[in-house]
């Protein structure tokens, strides 16, 4: 598996990575514990060191999954966990209810510590902004966790630009995670140059549209009540046919390569920057390795071209929440 370094920071990864929330938390059925550290193993095996979780998914399940899974693999791969949200009368975190008050960050760090099994954070993500927090505050209370030896990197998601600057003064930022594919692009206008212009790597999450650029998703497909996207815009029935034109292009494409839509699809995204790291989320060993497959595509700068040309005259139906 290729490397990729997240921006100027050091920090070496694969270059596709592994979104893991699914595997304990979201739609249903969940995966079996036993059968999820199984594949966490497999992953590992063909090269994967980049691995994404979060408290808030499960809550706390996923993150125990992923330590429990990889403790066999310290110092081999990078793991990724977020904080961000309060801990409510239970003690249960959910979005929603933002929570980056500095006292908190470093409750979830010691937590998170514990549950994943390890003796610093890899990377430790803002999960989202908190309007009642500065950010300076936040990236302060990350400074002073890596300063004790917790955390090694800092990490911000679904944040401006403005945002990411305000942080970087106070402690260098090493990566960015927000939506990004061929149907989400709103980050090219703003936070990918400021990005760039700071030596931040970039990690998409959903770079595959929960699912819908694989081009498996159809008119006829339904979703379970627990499934997000049930109630989202882009996949009602309309919007997913509306959407086809999308999918045509992306299996025009891989015919002529001998891909999958999917797999151009995260070639697209890996050609974008050299710093660009995508973590699609998989249970089954088929979708992983069809993943993995698109490191080896190599999309020309005609082909390049042709999807932009090609995306220009595309109006994408449907918010993305």
Not at 45 to 62: C, K, S
Not at 132 to 144: L, Q, R, S, T
Not at 167 to 177: D, F, G, K, L, M
Not at 260 to 282: E, F, H, R, Y
């Amino acid at each position: 598996m290729e490397k990729r370094k997240l921006g100027s920071s050091g920090l070496e990864v694969s270059a596709i990575g592994l979104g893991c929330m699914r595997m304990s938390f979201g739609d249903k059925p969940i995966g079996d514990r036993a059968d999820m550290i199984s594949f966490i193993h497999s992953a590992v095996d063909r090269g994967i060191t980049f691995f994404d979780t979060a408290e808030v998914y499960g809550p706390f399940t996923n993150e125990d999954l992923v330590g429990e899974a990889l403790e066999p693999f310290k110092g081999q791969v990078v793991i990724a966990t977020k904080f961000g949200f309060d801990p409510g009368p239970e003690g249960r975190p959910t979005p929603g209810r933002p929570n980056s008050r500095p006292e908190r960050i470093k409750q979830v760090a010691e937590e998170s510590l514990k549950r994943l099994r390890v003796d610093a954070i890899d990377l430790f993500y803002q999960h989202r902004p908190d309007p009642n927090v500065p950010i300076e505050d936040v990236a302060g209370a990350v400074k002073e966790l890596i300063h004790e030896g917790k955390v090694k990197h800092f990490g911000l998601s679904e944040s401006s630009s403005d945002l990411i600057r305000r942080a970087h003064a106070v402690q260098p930022v090493t990566a960015i995670q927000s939506e990004y594919s061929l149907w989400w692009r709103n980050v090219e206008a703003d936070v990918l140059p400021a990005c760039q212009e700071l030596g931040i790597g970039f990690v998409p999450y959903s770079p595959l549209g929960r699912g819908y650029l694989t081009g498996k998703v159809d008119e006829n497909t339904t979703f379970d009540s627990s499934d997000i996207r049930s109630k989202n815009p882009r996949f009602t029935q309309e919007a997913i046919k509306a959407n086809r034109a999308v999918i045509d292009l992306l299996e025009r494409i891989a015919g002529e390569k001998g891909a999958t839509p999917a797999q151009i699809a995260l070639a697209w995204l890996l050609a974008q920057k050299p710093w660009i790291v995508p973590i699609p989320g998989s249970r089954k060993i088929e979708r992983l390795d069809e993943n993995l497959g698109a490191a080896s595509v190599e999309l020309s700068s005609g082909n390049l071209s042709e999807i932009e040309q090609a995306l220009s005259g595309i109006t994408v139906v449907g918010d993305r929440y």
